[in-house]
């Protein structure tokens, strides 16, 4: 499956972004989708995970209660809603996709399939 993930861009602190994440290829419903993000010197980490069928998810507590993922598999799309967004929220995030996998697998090396990136910047 390729991966297009689109909707970065610069916000000011504590403003909302959606990112979205659309798949082609293969049947989307087959994979497990996912939210990582890396910022310059860091590691790429975990951000958000969600179920083949959209009815479970898991997120990091970093951003619990600021950031949903969804998805909408008619469109074979996932998204990402910012909220509160601030300046450690300054990174590049991709979308990802993995079969034989649990949602909440946090782990880069469990997923198969990468976007590209979009790049978020927040400002203060």
């Known amino acids: 499956v390729q991966l297009q993930a689109s909707g970065g861009g610069l916000v000011q602190s504590g403003g909302s972004l959606r990112l979205s994440c659309v798949a082609s290829g293969r049947n989307f419903t087959d994979y497990v989708a996912g939210w990582f993000r890396q910022a310059p010197g860091k590691e790429r980490e975990f951000v958000c995970g969600?179920?083949?069928?959209?009815?479970?998810?898991e997120c990091t507590d970093a951003v619990k209660g600021r950031f949903t993922i969804s998805r909408e598999n008619s469109r074979n799309t996932a998204y990402l809603q910012m909220d509160s967004l601030n300046s450690e929220d300054t990174a590049m995030y991709y979308c990802a996709a993995g079969k034989l996998l649990h949602y909440s697998d946090r782990r880069p090396s469990s997923y198969e399939h990468w976007g590209q990136g979009t790049l978020v910047t927040v400002s203060s």
């Open positions: 969600i179920s083949w069928n959209g009815r479970f998810t």
